[in-house]
């Protein structure tokens, strides 16, 4: 009986020591944040586990009934980095949150590297997309390294002092950073190009023609493959991979699209097809080029480059001229059958 | 006697929390519990009043863990033995679909929850070291034809790329088991980066953010308090942590799920008693199983706990479910 009891004791101090243990280091922690926790938690360390969870629990079902997609994909939650606090001050993540769960969430995080925030409301949201993306741009410094592979993932977490388990968040690896990597790409491309565009509507620059404007789009984009030459071919082979050829296409035709667009193309017949397909083979076969290319900042593939332009263009004019002759000629055909039938009297009427 | 004993014993507990709030509540008796959190354990010998499942009965909660405690004692020799037998040697399968996708890196710890005889770490282990001596390989075909430069580098440098150290930890509430683990390491030959600790998946004894991964395979349908397991698993990942959980679920196709009612309910109980000599164990094994909340809703627990991109995975057309969640 007695011993049963001492089993009781031990085990209840074991747990009491491990809950003690933890307060302490709770009550410390929470005595460095100071006027931030919640209330309830800084008076009782312990009930600090309790109040943690009520909190958590109960803002979820606040937030569950706020937001009308599925928890699990638009789940919330707040990172403490205070080297990215500016980009995330500019993302306004959608902030479907009340002003408690930071609270909650504050207490329930006792790390102090991260507490020093500027301001009280210095936590910041962030949806899992965005933690994602930002994993997969801390991921690209290490691609020289490792090349494009779940290792260069492992390496970008750990700079962001997450554990390198959540490359386990990535289900198709290498390819969603290549992924990434195209679409970041493709996003500055636009950038720049409306950035250009803004200039000429406002009469700081000139216009530029149709074959220059694309030429310098297409370099400048490939150059944004530059630093990563040496492990590109790896990354093209991921892109062509089955599972990934849907989406490395859609980046791909978006890409054109959106060069044809500031280049000023607005057709909508068959001229929408054949002008994206031109553009989209100039691109593929000098960024091919660009990948055995040794020259001195790649001025093989620029001259590549203008080449096939000028060859489209050229294309396009002979196009016009072997349009406009052939339809002569097959005026010129009519007139001598029209001659023939009366020259052998078939034309007269009887 | 014995109730005034456990009096004396829940005044020293309450003293020693030193929260004032507590013992309100807790002098208040067993009566007065009805406002609190389910989640409170500051007064487990208090809430003997509320009861939980233990296969098909319903017993105290302060009891479960107990019985549980017993009939892995009594299983823990032949518990292999009978894993393969019942399992027609799949869990292996399983285990290693766990390994796959958890998809370790090298370096990284990982703490093995209710592991007992240690099959995962064990995995786990010589999953790394494959990857590891994949890279030693990958790195020196690469140094097939070195430049004079990286000669020199390799002389100049001592060997500071020590490769990082992996560590297992496999802890389980049951000595038994652990017995039987370690029996097992020590035949395999594998000793370095695996400790085994003894502790309750309730209250883990170990401190904040110190894992990478969490595992815990087939065992969380026998902790009492589910919940409580989860946040401790929160708690002991490091940020960036994945918590995994192998668990018998629901079987989505109703023409195997009554194939498979039939095999647990006639057979494995059947086995329990010619293999391992012990019917009810295996009885409790099969009931808990149908206990234990379905995919969805263990993922909602998942969620709830604290964990982001949770998702799981369907093994055996549902007989077995990976449960896979990030603490980010």
Same mark, same amino acid.
């Given at each position: 009986m007695t011993q049963l009891l001492y089993k009781k004791t031990t085990l209840s101090a074991q747990r009491n020591m491990a809950a003690l243990l933890r307060a302490l280091r709770a009550g410390r922690a929470l005595r460095g944040l100071g006027s931030v926790g919640a209330a309830p938690a800084a008076a009782q360390p312990l009930c600090c586990s309790l109040t943690r969870g009520f909190h958590r629990a109960a803002l979820r079902l606040q937030d569950e009934s706020k937001s009308e997609k599925p928890p699990s994909s638009s789940t919330t939650y707040h990172e403490h980095y205070q080297a990215h606090s500016a980009e995330q001050e500019a993302a306004g993540a959608p902030q479907e949150h009340s002003a408690t769960e930071p609270a909650a969430e504050e207490a329930s995080r006792p790390n102090t590297s991260y507490q020093d925030q500027s301001g009280e409301q210095g936590e910041e949201y962030e949806t899992e997309e965005q933690l994602q993306a930002r994993i997969l741009t801390a991921a690209l410094e290490f691609v020289p390294l490792h090349g494009w592979s779940v290792e260069a993932i492992a390496a970008g977490a750990e700079t962001l002092g997450l554990s390198s388990a959540s490359t386990g968040m990535f289900y198709n690896g290498a390819g969603d950073l290549v992924l990434h990597f195209v679409s970041q790409c493709n996003s500055q491309l636009t950038d720049i190009l409306a950035e250009q565009h803004n200039q000429v509507q406002l009469g700081q620059a000139e216009p530029k023609k149709t074959a220059e404007f694309l030429r310098d789009a297409v370099e400048t984009r490939l150059r944004m493959y530059i630093p990563y030459i040496e492990s590109w071919p790896q990354a093209m082979s991921i892109l062509l991979l089955p599972h990934n050829i849907p989406d490395s296409l859609k980046h791909l035709s978006t890409l054109v699209d959106d060069m044809w667009y500031y280049a000023g193309d607005r057709s909508t017949d068959m001229n929408w097809y054949t002008k994206r397909a031109a553009l989209t083979g100039i691109y593929n076969t000098t960024e091919l080029v660009m990948l055995q290319d040794s020259s001195p900042d790649f001025q093989d593939t620029w001259d590549f480059l203008d080449n096939r332009i000028q060859d489209v263009v050229n294309m396009a004019t002979t196009a016009k001229q072997v349009q406009a002759t052939g339809e002569t000629v097959v005026q010129g055909l009519i007139g001598a059958a029209v001659t023939l039938k009366n020259l052998t009297g078939l034309n007269q009427r009887r | 006697m014995a109730a005034s004993m456990r009096l004396l014993f829940r005044r020293v507990i309450r003293l020693s929390h030193r929260n004032v709030n507590v013992t309100a509540a807790g002098a208040s008796g067993r009566s007065g519990c009805c406002w609190e959190p389910p989640t409170c354990r500051c007064f487990s010998d208090a809430a003997g009043d509320r009861n939980t499942h233990f296969g098909f009965e319903t017993v105290p909660e302060t009891e479960k863990a107990k019985r549980v405690y017993k009939v892995f004692e009594n299983v823990a020799q032949k518990y292999d033995t009978m894993n393969d037998a019942m399992s027609l040697g799949v869990h292996r399968l399983w285990k290693d679909m !766990?390994?796959? $996708? *958890?998809?370790?890196?090298?370096? $990284?710890?990982? !703490?093995?929850?209710?592991?007992? /005889?240690?099959?995962? =770490?064990?995995?786990?282990? &010589?999953?790394?070291?494959?990857?590891? &001596?994949?890279?030693?390989?990958? =790195? =020196?075909?690469? *140094? @097939? /034809?070195?430049?004079? @430069?990286d000669i020199s580098n390799n002389y100049s440098t001592e060997d500071e790329d020590v490769p990082q150290e992996s560590r297992a930890v496999v802890c389980d509430i049951n000595k038994e088991m652990l017995r039987v683990g370690k029996q097992k390491a020590d035949g395999l030959g594998i000793s370095a980066g695996l400790s085994w600790v003894v502790g309750d998946a309730e209250e883990l004894p170990f401190d904040d953010d110190q894992f990478d991964i969490y595992t815990i395979a087939f065992g969380i349908r026998n902790v009492t308090h589910i919940d409580q397991a989860l946040q401790e698993a929160l708690r002991v990942l490091k940020p960036g942590g994945r918590f995994m959980c192998l668990e018998f679920s629901k079987v989505t196709n109703p023409v195997l799920a009554r194939l498979y009612d039939a095999y647990s309910f006639q057979m494995i109980p059947v086995l329990g008693e010619v293999i391992a000599g012990d019917w009810k164990s295996y009885q409790y094994l099969v009931e808990s199983i149908r206990k234990f909340p379905d995919q969805e809703e263990f993922k909602g627990m998942i969620e709830d706990a604290g964990f982001y991109s949770v998702k799981y995975y369907n093994l055996t057309g549902g007989v077995v479910a990976l449960h896979s969640g990030f603490k980010l």
């Open positions: - | !766990l390994l796959h $996708v *958890m998809h370790p890196q090298p370096g $990284v710890r990982l !703490l093995d929850v209710a592991g007992g /005889t240690g099959d995962i =770490a064990f995995r786990f282990l &010589e999953y790394i070291r494959f990857q590891q &001596e994949r890279q030693k390989r990958r =790195a =020196a075909r690469s *140094m @097939q /034809t070195p430049s004079w @430069q």
